[in-house]
Antibody, heavy 119, light 106 residues
Framework: QVQLQESGPGLVKPSQTLSLTCTVS??????????WSWIRQPAGKGLEWIGR???????NYNPSLKSRVTISVDTSKNQFSLKLSSVTAADTAVYYC???????????WGQGTMVTVSS | DIQMTQSPSSLSASVGDRVTITCQAS??????LNWYQQKPGKAPKLLIY???NLETGVPSRFSGSGSGTDFTFTISSLQPEDIATYYC????????FGQGTRLEIK
């Protein structure tokens, strides 16, 4: 079955760029009508959708983060990635990658990775 | 953006109780509404999609209903393993989630 795994630095300095990768295993990232999304959750708080990418490369971003977010895909590696620039402490959160069914529901999630923004 | 308001924010119930959580959208979203369960330290799990459809493998004690702006999530008979936080999510772009309902055992 398809599994997702996030990876990347757990500590990022303020004003720098947060970079995370999600590796898809057990299936091809290019198969089926799926988008691939990033979602984050500050400690003790709710969920915030960051954005999504289709394997064609088309993207949709949350307007609240759009100016700072880039999501890309590497189908040869079965991975998609998140870059969030100019981070502040408010970007400290658990970051999840998820399979996104036609832009509607998230049916498979990674385990999440904690990213702390601190000097 | 569409705002999703869940109530209550927390709930305490006994094993075997019927539990109901509501989610209200700030505008009409038809049936574009999903429900998730999140246990501590874990990723959310999809339970209900398109307001009332049970995801494969999810126990039938979970159900959802509603359309337009008002939605309901129900656990017909609460089990100890249902202790979690539950989120609604609408998928009219941009996607937004409710603030969550923390469910505890009384």
């Amino acid at each position: 079955q398809v599994q997702l795994q996030e990876s990347g630095p757990g500590l990022v300095k303020p004003s720098q760029t947060l970079s995370l990768t999600c590796t898809v295993s057990g299936g091809s990232i290019s198969s089926g009508s799926y988008y691939w999304s990033w979602i984050r959750q500050p400690a003790g708080k709710g969920l915030e959708w960051i954005g999504r990418i289709y394997t064609s490369g088309s993207t949709n971003y949350n307007p609240s983060l759009k100016s700072r977010v880039t999501i890309s895909v590497d189908t040869s590696k079965n991975q998609f990635s998140l870059k969030l620039s100019s981070v502040t402490a408010a970007d400290t959160a658990v970051y999840y990658c998820a399979r996104d069914i036609l832009g509607e529901a998230f049916d498979i999630w990674g385990q999440g990775t904690m990213v702390t923004v601190s000097s | 953006d569409i705002q999703m308001t869940q109530s209550p924010s927390s709930l305490s119930a006994s094993v075997g109780d019927r539990v109901t959580i509501t989610c209200q959208a700030s505008q009409d979203i038809s049936n574009y509404l999903n429900w998730y369960q999140q246990k501590p330290g874990k990723a959310p799990k999809l339970l209900i999609y398109d307001a009332s459809n049970l995801e494969t493998g999810v126990p039938s004690r979970f159900s959802g209903s509603g359309s337009g702006t008002d939605f309901t999530f129900t656990i017909s008979s609460l089990q100890p393993e249902d202790i979690a936080t539950y989120y609604c999510q609408q998928y009219d772009n941009p996607i937004t989630f409710g603030q969550g309902t923390r469910l505890e055992i009384k």
